[in-house]
């Protein structure tokens, strides 16, 4: 996987770190104009397979809550370790032989990981159908994308539940996953550092629940991924911040609402849009006909709309686009 250049006495990195800068910029790329097309393979799907057979075979048994915070523990090294070091060892046995492929390959895997197209589909999936007056429709497809009951909810609660789930991914489904692609590419190795961040990401949204049956078995996953995702989020919100060109005001939004929220990251990265846009999020919501109220999140001084939704996206694009420029920059002036 060698480029002539990364050989000048110019560059004072070895050459898998400046390898590496080519391959973040392609992924991007790749992720922003093809995204993950409907029907196609995906690393996630597979990660969620080994989760979902690990997770069946588990509360089949009559174990005690001991036994299952154990077997916790024991899919997250699995799952999380095990992505990280099978990925990175079909990379390294595809480089020796056939070096053009294994850097495709790297560039598919990185953009597997950047969620941005597929976070625009899955939102336009639900706002073309409300936008045309088709209601019932919209209610559907967000039931594929959320997990409250959303059979019932007004246009209001749609857009909010929207961007809620937009902003909330923007940071765990976006901007963290490049946070530990760069960090894997001063190793020479943000594919598979990134996937597996995908993957402690995948197993937190499968079993990273407080409620039964995956309590016991889901809490170290959580954890892990609340701590993995803890610098990446505040990363994120202080450039989000910037980017709003009102980062005092915004800031201090967060630092009076975010902490009300019992996630130790979706909290900021939801208020900081909140914040940045001028609107409100959290409030009642359903789930499994049960009747839960979120810390509210902002100031109401803007409804949630179509253009406010079209924002956040903006938002996370050029949030997206400076940590390109920033890695970028830390992998040139790295120490090798």
């Not at 999936?125 to 409250?148: F, T």
């Not at 940071?171 to 995908?198: R, T, W």
Request: with cysteine; hydrophobic share 50%; proline share 6%.
């Amino acid at each position: 996987m060698g480029f002539l250049l990364f050989d000048l006495p110019l560059f004072e990195l070895s050459a898998s770190q400046l390898e590496q800068v080519p391959l973040l910029i392609t992924a991007a790329g790749l992720d922003f104009v093809v995204g993950d097309p409907w029907g196609w393979p995906h690393p996630v799907q597979t990660i969620g397979k080994v989760i979902d057979s690990y997770t069946q075979f588990v509360l089949k048994r009559d174990w005690s809550p001991f036994k299952r915070r154990l077997a916790g523990i024991g899919l997250a090294v699995l799952v999380i370790g095990g992505t990280g070091v099978l990925s990175w060892l079909g990379l390294w046995l595809l480089a020796r032989s056939l070096p053009v492929i294994a850097c495709a390959a790297e560039v598919i895997l990185l953009a597997s990981c950047f969620a941005g197209r597929s976070l625009r589909q899955a939102a336009e999936d639900v706002l073309k159908p409300l936008e045309s007056g088709d209601i019932k429709r919209a209610r559907q497809n967000l039931a594929l994308y959320v997990g409250r009951d959303t059979a019932q909810l007004s246009a209001t609660e749609i857009y909010r539940a929207v961007l809620e789930t937009v902003s909330e991914n923007a940071v765990d489904g976006v901007l963290a996953p490049l946070f530990f692609a760069i960090i894997g590419a001063l190793i020479g190795a943000s594919g598979p550092v990134a996937i597996a961040y995908k993957a402690a990401s995948t197993l937190d949204s499968m079993v990273g629940y407080k409620e039964e049956p995956y309590a016991d078995l889901g809490w170290f996953s959580a954890r892990v991924e609340d701590g993995l995702t803890w610098l990446p989020c505040r990363i994120s919100v202080l450039i989000v911040a910037l980017l709003s060109r009102r980062p005092k005001q915004v800031l201090q939004v967060c630092r009076r609402d975010a902490p009300a929220d019992p996630s130790p990251n979706a909290g900021w990265s939801e208020c900081v849009y909140a914040a940045a846009l001028g609107v409100q999020m959290g409030g009642n919501n359903t789930y499994r006909g049960k009747l839960k109220h979120k810390p509210l999140l902002g100031n109401p001084d803007r409804a949630i709309t179509l253009e406010v939704i079209r924002q956040a996206f903006t938002l996370t694009r050029r949030a997206f686009l400076l940590g390109i420029v920033i890695g970028v920059s830390v992998l040139m002036i790295a120490p090798s």
